[in-house]
């Protein structure tokens, strides 16, 4: 799976029933094509599945609900749900900077472990610490570690259909759907994990820029009345898994 290490930008999301994600789609095919990595996929859609981070307080979500301006969360990304079959693997910090979006990623090589377990003794932060190349986000995921407590706590899976704008190359949009999320710490859970679908029949349309939304799009917002949201995956599987409630 390709994609950038680094990157700021502007993202809208909005939230689709079925009906209104086929119309779109009907619209965006004068202006946007499928992401050529797509080639070849049943459906034109891959499978994303991240490992999200955050504490026994859960203040990565509390800090997304109160709506921080500043803020950042760590998850371990694949494009797989099946171990072993030689996906990379991905440590990204993902965040906001006032109203930008930024993200940074380190690719986790696989198959070693970091050798002081303290205070990393969770496996599967050991595994990713051994596979991190030195360097700042490695820095960075050791200190928040130690600073937050943070252990895994959240397994999100979906499918992305991506497009690019056949126009402008700081143009993306993606649809993803059947968003669920799993109760569990290690990014391959057995079969017995508890799972569960955050959004069932509604799809998650993101558009992401680096400078401006392109007009074709924002006449569309308005012909549909298409109405932006502050959603985060993450944060919908701790709400269907009424993980967070206890600090209601």
């Known amino acids: ?22 119309e ?5 095919q004068y202006f946007v094509e499928l992401d050529p ?30 709506g921080m301006k500043h803020r950042a969360k760590f998850r371990l990304r694949t494009y797989t749900g099946e171990e072993g079959d030689g996906t990379p693997q991905f440590l990204e910090i993902k965040g906001r900077y006032n109203n930008l979006v930024f993200k940074h990623r380190a690719h986790v090589a696989p198959g070693k472990i970091e050798v002081d377990p303290s205070p990393y003794d969770h496996p599967t932060t050991r595994a990713i ?15 928040e570690l130690a600073r937050k407590g943070l252990k895994p706590v959240m397994l999100v899976d979906y499918w992305r259909r991506p497009f690019v704008s056949k126009y402008d190359p700081e143009f993306r949009m993606t649809m993803d759907d059947t968003v669920s ?6 990014l391959f859970p057995g079969p017995n994990a508890h799972r569960k679908l955050t959004l069932p029949g509604y799809t998650i349309l993101e558009v992401k820029f680096r400078f401006h939304m392109p007009k074709w799009f924002h006449r ?29």
């Open 220 to 248: 569309l917002v308005q012909s549909y009345e298409l109405r932006r949201v502050s959603i985060s995956k993450v944060c919908a599987a701790i709400d269907v898994h009424g993980l967070a409630e206890k600090l209601d």
């Open 24 to 28: 779109l789609e009907k619209e965006f």
């Open 181 to 186: 999320g799993t109760v569990c710490d290690t």
């Open 1 to 22: 799976m390709q994609a950038k290490l680094h990157f700021s930008r502007f993202e809208f999301k909005y939230i689709l029933p079925q009906h209104l994600r086929d």
């Open 129 to 143: 610490l051994g596979g991190l190349e030195e360097g700042p986000i490695k820095n960075q995921f050791r200190f």
């Open 37 to 66: 990595y797509t080639a070849g996929k049943p459906g034109g859609k891959y499978f994303v599945r991240s490992l999200y981070y955050d504490n026994a307080a859960f203040r990565n979500y509390y800090e997304k609900v109160d």
